[in-house]
């Protein structure tokens, strides 16, 4: 029965994949996202019934086994609800595509892999999951492959996912060398006690963060993300907002086992994701695509989510795992009614003055910024502040997050303004035929996600407020002491984070909406605008001698063949030197003879 | 080295000399012979008796003479033919056969030996026994191949007769399987 | 042992003419003297080691005599349609 959720998907994958062409649209979206609204379904009864388990014999030592739990279930709905209405809204804003088939196809298999990632309860299977999201992430981001720029793009980052799934086999590597078994329960009680190997398991936990490195996209495996906004806007929401760049928060959550008794490790993941949050967030100010600001901010969230599981507070990642999936899924779903409705603009520099012309997406646009603002009172504030809250009170944690953290929410606040101001504010600067609202199909799913970036903060509410789901996700993690603070103090800094959150929403409100900026701010935004040069550092430094070596081997491949087909001409120009002293006159033969001998007999001689 | 001894081997040298210099092939012949009677002299001289007289008889009355009929029978009596398109290699022949006699001479260096074995004057009295003792085979066999020469030799010069031989429709015919 | 030397010399006078000459017959007779060196050396030693020596000796004037009834009988063959004796002329096998 759990297996079935796996396998709805799965299956509309190969009716799609087999049949697709013939069927009229808007057929496909609607197969699959009936299947996946299946799927949701099928796993919602399943985790309401007390979880399941499902196992099969596999690889010697290795079955294939699945496991729903609170921790998978709860990421189950995510995958699969906001999943259904990205669905839906694809139904819309694919229409017309020759490919239509085909993209709800590769969708459909992303979230059976996904869920495949989600249930695993063992590494491998998880590994599966892990390889097969990555896969698909590659076919919808080169979805239009005909465009070179986005063929390199999918390419791009399928590569330095790769680079991540190098750590994530490796540590799985060391796991079973260490302890004979990958699966997830059975390791979960084998490291109860002492440990058994603690730089061993320190090196294991470093290199399965790796591999959430690289899927997850944090520095410095992030420059996939940006580059991967050439797929479809349903892509960029459902695979780099909602789910797949999660997959790395989660694979830390599961195996919370582990980190909970790493500190070294589970600091480097903070000071990693800290940095992360900053770099995005930096990088958000100088971008002049609708699709790409909001990439950076995905990776600047994700970087807070990491910063969280660092510290120790693994509930709080998934909580802000949660809101993060609506309120990220609305801006890129509302970014998509933009483009639709502006005939396929992307760039905010043409963009402006839609507020007049966009009833319904005006409203999604603001609901999301404000939202990855941190209002108060929305769920962004509520996940953010927990996680703000976390760095202070769990033991992997201190000051100097707060403080950074805190600087990125007033930076976040601010460019989330800036998207906001320079999409739909001011006067209009493109010209473009009348814009036109976007068709219901497209709207609904907009509907619903904008009401759930305002009310999913309420699902963990800051003590003494009612909180569902630490409770709920507690026995599935790993025990970890956090100290609380008075209740004064707690309350206090939820009124700072409010604070610096409006002030930096109305910062950003009123400093983009200038005509002119100072000098300093634009040197500030050439530099965010080639996201700090790291693509070109990258390139100087691993791509481009990889490539000049490659390139040398594959020349002094030809050249060795070359040289092989040159020996015989050596050969044959040697045998041809050699013919000459075939003269055909017996005497030259004759001398030649006694040469011989004389040569033969000087040797014998001495 | 009685006088003698030294005047037979100074003679020796010079005929051989002038078998490979002279022009004329039928001189050249004949100092072969010169060549080969000095020899059996020698072979006289070095209690080789027999040897001596076969010399003579077969070597210079045999094989020589039959030299001579070959080059009157081919009218090959000039020495130099046509034209010559190797000139250059004659300083490097004399080279080589310097190089020959060196390597060899240097063989001979530090061969000290007695010659002073009893041969009983190379008489047949004492070849005899040898010859038909352990050296029986050997004596066959170069029986046998003196009579594989003399078919081979008939052999060689027979005229392409069997052609010939068929009258003008046999020879048609013959020309027809043959295609 | 002055024998040896001179038996030495006059292989060596053979070579130069087997190398120099240009008339098949003439190439033949310096052969014949290369024999009949082995042959004065064969007798010299045979002086110091044995008669065995001589017994050689004389195989090789039999062997000698068979040798050039086959080769003149070659040359006769190979010259008879041609006009001249040149070695030089067989050049057909050339590399």
Same mark, same amino acid.
């Given at each position: 029965?759990?297996?079935?959720?796996?396998?709805?998907?799965?299956?509309?994958?190969?009716?799609?994949?087999?049949?697709?062409?013939?069927?009229?649209?808007?057929?496909?979206?609607?197969?699959?996202?009936?299947?996946?609204?299946?799927?949701?379904?099928?796993?919602v009864?399943?985790l309401l019934?007390?979880?399941?388990?499902?196992?099969?014999?596999?690889?010697?030592?290795?079955?294939?086994?699945?496991?729903?739990d609170n921790l998978s279930g709860f990421m189950l709905i995510v995958?699969?609800g906001v999943?259904?209405?990205?669905?839906?809204?694809?139904?819309?804003?694919?229409?017309?595509?020759?490919?239509?088939?085909?993209?709800?196809?590769?969708?459909?298999?992303?979230?059976?892999?996904?869920?495949?990632?989600v249930?695993?309860?063992?590494?491998?299977?998880?590994?599966?999951?892990?390889?097969?999201?990555?896969?698909?992430?590659?076919?919808?981001?080169?979805?239009?492959?005909?465009?070179?720029?986005?063929?390199?793009?999918?390419?791009?980052?399928?590569?330095?996912?790769?680079?991540?799934?190098?750590?994530?086999?490796?540590?799985?590597?060391?796991?079973?060398?260490?302890?004979?078994?990958?699966?997830?329960?059975?390791?979960?009680?084998?490291?109860?006690?002492?440990?058994?190997?603690?730089?061993?398991?320190?090196?294991?936990?470093?290199?399965?963060?790796?591999?959430?490195?690289?899927?997850?996209?944090?520095?410095?495996?992030?420059?996939?993300?940006?580059?991967?906004?050439?797929?479809?806007?349903?892509?960029?929401?459902?695979?780099?907002?909602?789910?797949?760049?999660t997959?790395?928060v989660y694979?830390i959550a599961r195996?919370s086992?582990?980190?909970?008794?790493?500190?070294?490790?589970?600091?480097?993941?903070?000071?990693?994701?800290?940095?992360?949050?900053?770099?995005?967030?930096?990088?958000?100010?100088?971008?002049?695509?609708?699709?790409?600001?909001?990439?950076?901010?995905?990776?600047?969230?994700?970087?807070y989510m990491?910063?969280a599981a660092?510290?120790g507070a693994y509930w709080v990642a998934l909580f802000h795992v949660f809101t993060h999936a609506f309120?990220?899924?609305?801006?890129?779903?509302?970014?998509?009614?933009?483009?639709?409705?502006?005939?396929?603009?992307?760039?905010?520099?043409?963009?402006?003055?839609?507020?007049?012309?966009?009833?319904?997406?005006?409203?999604?646009?603001?609901?999301?910024?404000?939202?990855?603002?941190?209002?108060?009172?929305l769920s962004g504030f509520w996940s953010k502040d927990a996680i703000l809250t976390a760095?202070?009170t769990y033991?992997?944690?201190?000051?100097?997050?707060?403080?950074?953290?805190?600087?990125?929410?007033?930076?976040?606040?601010?460019?989330?303004?800036?998207?906001?101001?320079?999409?739909?504010?001011?006067?209009?600067?493109?010209?473009?035929?009348?814009?036109?609202?976007?068709?219901?199909?497209?709207?609904?799913?907009?509907?619903?996600?904008?009401?759930g970036s305002?009310l999913a903060g309420y699902l963990a509410l800051p003590y003494p407020l009612p909180n569902l789901l630490e409770p709920f996700l507690k026995p599935t993690l790993a025990e970890v002491?956090a100290?609380?603070?008075?209740?004064?103090?707690?309350?206090?800094?939820?009124?700072?984070?409010?604070?610096?959150?409006?002030?930096?929403?109305?910062?950003?409100?009123?400093?983009?909406?200038?005509?002119?900026?100072?000098?300093?701010?634009?040197?500030?935004?050439?530099?965010?605008?080639?996201?700090?040069?790291?693509?070109?550092?990258?390139?100087?430094?691993?791509?481009?001698?990889?490539?000049?070596?490659?390139?040398?081997?594959?020349?002094?491949?030809?050249?060795?063949?070359?040289?092989?087909?040159?020996?015989?001409?050596?050969?044959?120009?040697?045998?041809?030197?050699?013919?000459?002293?075939?003269?055909?006159?017996?005497?030259?033969?004759?001398?030649?003879?006694?040469?011989?001998?004389?040569?033969?007999?000087?040797?014998?001689?001495? | 080295?009685?006088?003698?001894?030294?005047?037979? !081997?100074?003679? $020796? =040298?010079?005929? @051989? #000399?002038?078998? /490979?210099? *002279?022009?004329?092939?039928?001189?050249?012949? +004949? &100092?072969?012979?010169?060549?080969?009677?000095?020899?059996?002299?020698?072979?006289?001289?070095?209690?080789?008796?027999?040897?001596?007289?076969?010399?003579?008889?077969?070597?210079?009355?045999?094989?020589?003479?039959?030299?001579?009929?070959?080059?009157?029978?081919?009218?090959?009596?000039?020495?130099?033919?046509?034209?010559?398109?190797?000139?250059?290699?004659?300083? !490097?022949?004399? $080279? =080589?056969?310097? @190089? #020959?006699?060196? /390597?060899? *001479?240097?063989?001979?260096?530090?061969?000290? +030996? &007695?010659?002073?074995?009893?041969?009983?004057?190379?008489?047949?009295?004492?070849?005899?026994?040898?010859?038909?003792?352990?050296?029986?085979?050997?004596?066959?066999?170069?029986?046998?191949?003196?009579?594989?020469?003399?078919?081979?030799?008939?052999?060689?010069?027979?005229?392409?007769?069997?052609?010939?031989?068929?009258?003008?429709?046999?020879?048609?015919?013959?020309?027809?399987?043959?295609? | 042992?002055?024998?040896?030397?001179?038996?030495?010399?006059?292989?060596?006078?053979?070579?130069?003419?087997?190398?120099?000459?240009?008339?098949?017959?003439?190439?033949?007779?310096?052969?014949?003297?290369?024999?009949?060196?082995?042959?004065?050396?064969?007798?010299?030693?045979?002086?110091?080691?044995?008669?065995?020596?001589?017994?050689?000796?004389?195989?090789?004037?039999?062997?000698?005599?068979?040798?050039?009834?086959?080769?003149?009988?070659?040359?006769?063959?190979?010259?008879?349609?041609?006009?001249?004796?040149?070695?030089?002329?067989?050049?057909?096998?050339?590399?």
């Amino acid at each position: 029965m759990l297996l079935l959720t796996i396998l709805l998907p799965l299956l509309g994958f190969a009716l799609l994949g087999l049949f697709g062409k013939r069927m009229r649209e808007p057929l496909p979206g609607v197969l699959a996202s009936a299947l996946v609204l299946a799927s949701f379904l099928v796993g919602v009864g399943l985790l309401l019934s007390g979880g399941a388990r499902y196992e099969v014999e596999w690889l010697p030592g290795i079955p294939f086994s699945l496991l729903l739990d609170n921790l998978s279930g709860f990421m189950l709905i995510v995958v699969t609800g906001v999943g259904f209405l990205i669905h839906v809204y694809a139904i819309g804003y694919m229409a017309g595509d020759p490919g239509y088939s085909r993209f709800f196809a590769y969708f459909n298999f992303f979230i059976a892999m996904m869920l495949t990632l989600v249930l695993a309860d063992s590494y491998p299977v998880m590994f599966i999951g892990w390889e097969g999201v990555g896969l698909a992430s590659f076919l919808l981001i080169g979805f239009w492959y005909k465009n070179a720029q986005y063929a390199d793009s999918a390419r791009k980052a399928f590569i330095v996912n790769r680079i991540g799934d190098l750590g994530f086999m490796l540590g799985m590597a060391i796991l079973w060398a260490l302890y004979g078994t990958l699966s997830i329960s059975e390791l979960r009680e084998a490291l109860e006690g002492p440990l058994k190997n603690p730089s061993l398991l320190a090196l294991a936990g470093l290199l399965l963060f790796l591999g959430a490195v690289g899927k997850s996209a944090q520095v410095p495996l992030m420059v996939w993300l940006p580059d991967a906004m050439a797929g479809p806007t349903p892509v960029s929401a459902l695979i780099h907002a909602a789910t797949m760049v999660t997959a790395g928060v989660y694979l830390i959550a599961r195996s919370s086992f582990l980190y909970a008794n790493l500190p070294d490790v589970s600091y480097t993941i903070a000071v990693i994701g800290l940095i992360t949050a900053l770099y995005g967030a930096l990088s958000a100010f100088g971008q002049n695509d609708i699709k790409r600001i909001v990439a950076y901010s995905t990776i600047s969230q994700l970087g807070y989510m990491f910063l969280a599981a660092g510290v120790g507070a693994y509930w709080v990642a998934l909580f802000h795992v949660f809101t993060h999936a609506f309120f990220k899924a609305l801006l890129f779903l509302a970014s998509g009614s933009v483009i639709h409705a502006l005939g396929g603009e992307q760039d905010v520099r043409k963009m402006g003055g839609l507020w007049k012309h966009l009833p319904l997406t005006r409203w999604h646009g603001l609901i999301g910024a404000l939202a990855l603002g941190g209002l108060p009172l929305l769920s962004g504030f509520w996940s953010k502040d927990a996680i703000l809250t976390a760095t202070l009170t769990y033991p992997f944690g201190g000051l100097g997050f707060y403080l950074g953290a805190l600087f990125v929410a007033v930076l976040t606040a601010m460019y989330a303004m800036r998207w906001f101001v320079l999409v739909f504010l001011g006067e209009e600067r493109g010209h473009h035929h009348h814009p036109h609202e976007a068709p219901p199909v497209m709207l609904w799913p907009n509907h619903l996600l904008a009401l759930g970036s305002v009310l999913a903060g309420y699902l963990a509410l800051p003590y003494p407020l009612p909180n569902l789901l630490e409770p709920f996700l507690k026995p599935t993690l790993a025990e970890v002491e956090a100290h609380h603070l008075s209740l004064g103090a707690e309350w206090g800094l939820i009124a700072l984070s409010g604070a610096v959150a409006l002030l930096g929403l109305w910062l950003g409100y009123t400093f983009f909406q200038r005509k002119a900026f100072p000098s300093w701010y634009l040197t500030f935004e050439a530099w965010s605008r080639e996201s700090f040069f790291a693509d070109r550092v990258y390139n100087a430094l691993i791509v481009n001698p990889l490539k000049a070596l490659a390139e040398a081997l594959f020349y002094g491949d030809g050249s060795l063949l070359r040289g092989y087909f040159g020996l015989g001409g050596t050969v044959r120009t040697l045998g041809q030197g050699i013919a000459r002293l075939q003269t055909g006159y017996l005497r030259v033969y004759a001398l030649l003879f006694v040469l011989g001998v004389l040569v033969l007999l000087g040797v014998m001689r001495w | 080295m009685t006088p003698w001894e030294a005047l037979a !081997l100074l003679l $020796l =040298l010079f005929t @051989g #000399v002038l078998v /490979v210099t *002279l022009r004329n092939a039928i001189h050249a012949a +004949l &100092a072969l012979i010169g060549n080969f009677l000095i020899l059996a002299g020698i072979y006289v001289a070095l209690e080789a008796r027999f040897l001596g007289f076969i010399q003579i008889i077969v070597y210079a009355g045999a094989i020589v003479v039959l030299f001579l009929f070959v080059i009157m029978l081919l009218y090959a009596a000039q020495g130099e033919v046509g034209f010559d398109p190797l000139v250059r290699s004659r300083p !490097l022949a004399a $080279l =080589l056969a310097l @190089g #020959v006699a060196l /390597v060899l *001479l240097s063989g001979l260096w530090g061969v000290n +030996l &007695a010659f002073t074995k009893d041969l009983q004057g190379g008489l047949p009295q004492a070849l005899g026994p040898l010859l038909y003792g352990d050296w029986l085979f050997v004596l066959l066999a170069v029986g046998f191949l003196l009579m594989a020469a003399t078919v081979v030799a008939v052999a060689l010069v027979q005229p392409t007769r069997p052609l010939d031989a068929l009258s003008p429709e046999e020879r048609k015919e013959e020309k027809e399987v043959v295609r | 042992m002055s024998y040896l030397y001179a038996s030495v010399l006059l292989f060596a006078l053979g070579v130069y003419g087997v190398l120099t000459r240009r008339t098949a017959i003439l190439v033949f007779l310096s052969i014949e003297l290369m024999l009949n060196a082995a042959n004065l050396s064969l007798v010299g030693f045979a002086r110091a080691l044995g008669l065995e020596g001589q017994v050689a000796a004389l195989m090789v004037i039999a062997i000698a005599a068979a040798e050039v009834a086959v080769g003149l009988g070659l040359i006769v063959a190979i010259f008879r349609h041609r006009e001249s004796t040149a070695v030089d002329d067989l050049s057909e096998l050339r590399g």
